[in-house]
């Protein structure tokens, strides 16, 4: 892990300092306590979603520090979805003896009662990531009875753990960015209807994340140990046996350009960013707007591509995108906004990602043609 | 501690924990309340939204589950305002089967106010979409937004002020739309690739076109056909186009009252379709257009349209001056406002004749202006000739 967790945390839970915050009306985060928790995970898919996070035993000790317990194995993506700067840190987990097989196209293929776990959290300073966070929500996709299912738990302002919530919320996040600016920002926790709303497949629940292509990658372990994620999967029997690297191009990471061109990393942020509903069997499939990075066909990438039902997501423009030029192409206007009415993605962002967006305006001001 | 004293601190904790009400005071608690019972829904459930203005920050979902109805206490009794949203662009969005939505009123939303996707037998009644600050731009573009879906009935709705149609069905089959009301929308009604729609006893009036059926390339529909447009009052639909550019709407000219574009197998009868400044009725394919599509399974042409029974009465104006549409009226027929026009634009593949694409026409009233715009040859030959058109 990047993230080297912090351990020690004051423990001292005092109930008569925690009544005189509510009386001064200070801010209850200021003070963390952070919970202990003991004992290997714990998952009766009988009878999840359980109350709390700590209940299933995922993370040991100190809740808010994310220790994988034994048996939970850290993961990250080389190109990740963009959730308003959140850091996410990334855990899987399967029943013994249990493993992902590869489907055709890449995706993993996790076995019953696999359990995959993301944590959203915001370092106090970006520039420092370890030295302080705040965790706001972890996320669960389980596959019960071979159906996905995904539910949200929210942290409690003091951070000791985090309670199931399927309505959603809004929570006030703040942190220093890499370049000293002070963020505010009303972070959307989605309800349980929103998370299917990008993990969708022919209206079933599907993880977005693990594909072969998006997880060749190494990773420095827990244990000290930096190793290719898909063969670590494979010595601790999460993934079947074979050489997937082989099988499935690396995708691009968009933000490293020794990973690919311009393209392949634009065209891998827009895989993961917006293919999951911009697909032929994804929710945004009415549009005929495809962004799943095997898209073949100019037009259903949104070459010249006229819109259907954009409303004033068309910014006045014409075309989805109109090569070679950015300021023209309603897929950029959209990126660049922030009006629930208008930007894209739909959900899961209040800011513009301006790196994001740079990335997609550079390459389409490098692409040929027209569309008069 | 005594148990007074604690429940004083806790009063004292509850009151300066809750954040300054938003503008509008959002109703968080009936906002949970709701979303919760159509997360935990079960089959045949009704869901009840009380009488009064409840602000809502958030859309609320449905998905997935069958045959639940969405229940107001009337169509200007309860009133759901989404003026402060700050996620989620639509008002209700609905993925299920079977939803009846009635007696509700959905404003000001970021996006469109109601849509259902991919769902089977969907019915609104008496369900009123609208944006308070009047046509802008920047209003959200449907309405009534059922796209994708298989069985569709909207009743007794009114919709105002969409920024592109009041009431829009796309990609849908089995649609009827009755008795409703759709005013000051850019597009009254749209149906756009349905395939056996129906709009009848319905009331479009002010918007800038009045009923549009579309067929638009690139969609996983495909080609639709089959719409009967009957018994609808198309009146003085005259508004200023105020679609943001790169939507087709945004190509209407304002006094437009009835649009079949690349329209397949029509047939509007016994409308009355009164007080258009530019054209009656207008019947061209998707090249009048000029946007180019890629999409080998598109059918841009119109053809197999039955016009019959309706009545035509024009607004004594001049016709619009801010579409292209609205121009080539005024410098072809002399700023005169027009009944019915046909771009006349052939599909080689069909058979030769004087009425290829089988456009027929029979409205016998005096002094009806008609004419074929002969759009292919850039209006060299416009003939106000109506004989070929004549219904067999």
């Known amino acids: ?372 | 501690m005594k148990f007074t004293q604690l429940a004083i601190l806790a009063f004292i904790c509850a009151a300066c924990n809750s954040r300054p009400s938003d503008p509008g005071d959002v109703d968080t608690a009936l906002y949970n309340d709701l979303q919760t019972q159509l997360i935990n829904a079960k089959p045949g459930d009704v869901i009840k939204i009380p009488a009064g203005t409840h602000h809502f920050d958030r859309p609320l979902l449905l998905d997935g589950v069958k045959g639940v109805t969405i229940q107001g206490a009337g169509k200007d009794k309860t009133i759901l305002s989404f003026l402060g949203q700050k996620a989620g662009a639509e008002g209700l969005k609905i993925t299920a089967d079977s939803v009846l939505i009635q007696d509700l009123t959905v404003t000001d939303t970021k996006g469109d106010a109601i849509r259902v996707q991919d769902a089977k037998n969907v019915t609104m009644r008496n369900v009123k979409t609208t944006w308070s600050g009047g046509a802008k731009a920047s209003n959200g573009g449907y309405g009534l937004y059922p796209v994708g879906c298989e069985g569709v009935l909207i009743d007794r709705c009114e919709a105002s002020f969409a920024s592109d149609a009041g009431i829009y069905v796309g990609q849908s089959k089995n649609v009827v739309v009755k008795n409703s009301y759709a005013h000051e929308n850019v597009a009254g009604i749209e149906i756009e690739n349905c395939t056996n729609a129906e709009v009848k006893y319905c009331r479009s009036e002010k918007n800038t076109g009045g009923i549009l059926v579309f067929d638009l390339p690139g969609l996983p529909a495909g080609n639709g056909k089959t719409c009967k447009i009957h018994h609808n009052k198309i009146i003085s639909n005259n508004h200023r186009n105020f679609a943001p550019e790169g939507n087709i709407v945004a190509t209407v000219a304002p006094g437009t009252g009835l649009i079949f574009l690349a329209a397949k197998d029509v047939e509007a009868h016994h409308n009355e379709v009164i007080g258009h400044k530019t054209m009656g009725a207008a019947i061209a394919s998707y090249h009048i257009v000029q946007l180019k599509w890629d999409d080998k399974n598109y059918d841009p042409y119109t053809y197999d349209i039955k016009l019959h029974n309706n009545r035509f009465e024009r607004k004594k104006a001049l016709p619009d001056l801010s579409k292209d549409f609205g121009k080539m009226v005024n410098v072809y027929f002399g700023g005169k406002p027009q009944d019915i026009l046909y771009d006349g634009i052939l599909d080689d593949k069909r058979p030769s004749g004087s009425n290829p694409m089988n456009i027929c026409i029979d409205q016998p009233q005096t002094g009806l202006r008609f004419a074929n715009i002969d759009a292919a040859n850039d209006f060299k030959n416009i003939n106000p000739d109506l004989k070929p058109y004549q219904c067999k």
């Open chain 1, 1 to 372: 892990m990047k993230k080297q967790f912090k351990k020690g945390r004051i423990l001292a839970a005092g109930f008569l300092l925690a009544l005189s915050f509510c009386f001064t009306c200070q801010s209850p985060a200021a003070q963390k306590k952070g919970m202990a928790v003991s004992g290997p995970v714990r998952f009766d898919p009988g009878k999840a979603p359980y109350p709390k996070l700590s209940d299933y035993g995922f993370f040991t000790g100190i809740q808010r520090d994310l220790q994988p317990n034994a048996g939970v194995l850290p993961y990250e993506l080389i190109t990740p979805l963009f959730t308003d700067y959140a850091h996410k840190a990334r855990f899987v987990w399967m029943p013994k003896g249990t493993q992902a097989k590869v489907a055709a196209d890449g995706r993993l293929d996790f076995p019953d009662q696999a359990v995959l776990i993301k944590n959203f959290y915001y370092p106090a300073d970006f520039a420092k990531p370890e030295a302080d966070w705040d965790v706001v929500e972890t996320r669960l996709l389980m596959k019960i009875k071979g159906e996905w299912q995904a539910f949200t738990y929210v942290w409690d302002d003091a951070e000791n753990d985090a309670e199931l919530n399927i309505v959603g919320d809004i929570k006030p996040v703040s942190w220093q960015d890499e370049k000293g600016h002070k963020q505010n920002i009303e972070y959307l926790v989605p309800n349980k209807t929103q998370c299917k709303s990008c993990h969708n497949r022919d209206a079933i629940i599907q993880p977005i994340g693990p594909k072969v292509a998006n997880l060749n990658k190494d990773l420095r372990y827990p244990d000290g140990k930096t190793e290719n994620q898909l063969s670590r999967w494979q010595k601790a029997g999460y993934l079947a046996a074979g050489d997937h690297g082989q099988k499935f191009a690396k995708l691009a990471a968009w933000d490293k350009p020794e990973s690919g061109s311009l393209q392949e990393r634009a065209l891998a942020y827009l895989d993961v960013n917006c293919g999951h509903c911009h697909h032929p069997q994804g929710p945004a499939h009415s549009s005929g707007l495809y962004l799943q990075a095997d898209e073949q066909d100019l037009a259903h990438l949104g070459f010249c591509k006229p819109p259907v039902a954009a409303g004033k997501g068309s910014g006045g423009r014409q075309f989805g995108i109109v090569p070679g030029q950015p300021a023209a192409s309603i897929l950029l206007y959209r990126m660049e906004n922030t009006d629930p009415g208008v930007m894209m993605p739909e959900i899961g962002r209040v800011m513009v990602h301006t790196e994001a967006v740079e990335l997609i305006r550079d390459w389409i001001a490098e692409l040929k043609g027209n569309c008069n």
